[in-house]
Nanobody, 125 residues
Framework: VQLVESGGGSVQTGGSLRLSCVGS????????MAWFRRTPGKEREAVAS???????SYATFTEGRFTISKDEAKNTMYLQMSSLKPEDSSMYYC????????????????????WGQGTQVTVSS
């Protein structure tokens, strides 16, 4: 099982980025998938999740600025981020687990067995 993120980069405050996560040898979009992020000195925190039926959950800090989605034909999950702030600067990770619905535990690191290597997002002021 492999999850590969892409789409990170450097933008200015207020800019946008779209992150992608593609599954390899694993029907990722069939299961619960999520985005997490980790900033140096802080613990990994959940950003958003999407389950088999397309139901989504978001961390409060996304404040309607982020949208999680998926394309099952491409076995790819996305995170569209807009109105980015310097505090959004972080390494963003894709995660998945062999359960169809993410449930209330969607924001727990321990709920996911598979992780990507991360893609860096840097927002400058």
């Amino acid at each position: 099982v492999q999850l590969v993120e892409s789409g990170g980069g450097s933008v200015q405050t207020g800019g946008s980025l779209r992150l992608s996560c593609v599954g390899s040898d694993y029907p990722a979009t069939t299961y619960c998938m999520a985005w997490f992020r980790r900033t140096p000195g802080k613990e990994r925190e959940a950003v958003a999740s999407i389950d088999r039926d397309g139901r989504t959950s978001y961390a409060t800090f996304t404040e309607g600025r982020f949208t999680i989605s998926k394309d099952e034909a491409k076995n790819t999950m996305y995170l569209q981020m807009s109105s980015l702030k310097p505090e959004d600067s972080s390494m963003y990770y894709c995660a998945s687990d062999r359960r169809y619905w993410c449930g209330d535990g969607w924001n727990s690191v321990r709920a996911y067995d598979y992780w990507g290597q991360g893609t860096q997002v840097t927002v400058s002021s």
